[in-house]
């Protein structure tokens, strides 16, 4: 039997559709884990993973208007991926603080859990949740130590954002041929 037919395109579909439903259950419960062990406690950023998962979840359980969301969700997923593999180091460090100016909770986590003060520098009259301030060395700044993990994320997360933006071409191409092939086993003078 030739992959080409009817049923070879529903059971491709299918997979496709499972695959990204267990992407989106990935999502929410890397979320929730994050919360429940206390290393996320930035509502914004795990707010925007659920609603992924959620918003993934929903794409691989609706067929009607399946091709087209997959085809703008490729769009805005495939520039993103680019953006991240094309980010330099000067334009990862200006993204990095503008992040860190922006989230205070986010901020108040990596000092906590880096060990790190302040982005480029700590000034005294800051609040910083590490625990070298209480003690008596000085606190490194967080820009390098962020800075080191940043692009290796940025490459792992742009990788993965190609990958699966082309998957998504994939059920793009297969929905379409889904749509217009005809069921074999259907009445020919059927409507549908």
């Known amino acids: 039997m030739v992959c080409g037919g009817f049923a070879c395109s529903k059971n491709c579909l299918c997979a496709l559709n499972l695959l990204y439903t267990l992407v989106s259950l990935l ?7 994050g919360i429940g062990f206390g ?3 930035s509502l914004r950023v795990v707010g925007v993973v659920i609603a992924l998962g959620i918003f993934f979840f929903l794409i691989a359980c609706c067929f009607f208007f399946y091709m087209i969301i997959l085809l703008l969700v490729f769009i805005v997923q495939f520039s993103v991926s680019c953006a991240c593999l094309a980010l330099n180091q000067e334009q990862q460090g200006q993204l990095l603080e503008v992040g860190w100016n922006n989230t205070a909770s986010a901020r108040n986590d990596i000092q906590r859990n880096l060990n790190c003060c302040g982005f480029r520098s700590f000034s005294p009259n800051d609040t910083c949740p590490a625990s070298c301030v209480k003690s008596s060395h000085p606190c490194s700044p967080c820009a390098p130590i962020i800075g080191k993990y940043a692009g290796e ?5 742009g990788g993965i954002g190609l990958f699966f933006s082309f998957t ?3 059920g793009v191409w297969l929905t379409y041929r889904y749509r217009n092939q005809k069921d074999p086993r259907a009445n020919p003078s059927a409507f549908l």
């Open 27 to 33: 999502l929410i419960g890397i979320a929730a884990w």
């Open 153 to 157: 994320v940025l490459r792992f997360v």
């Open 39 to 41: 290393l996320i406690s």
């Open 168 to 170: 998504e071409i994939l």
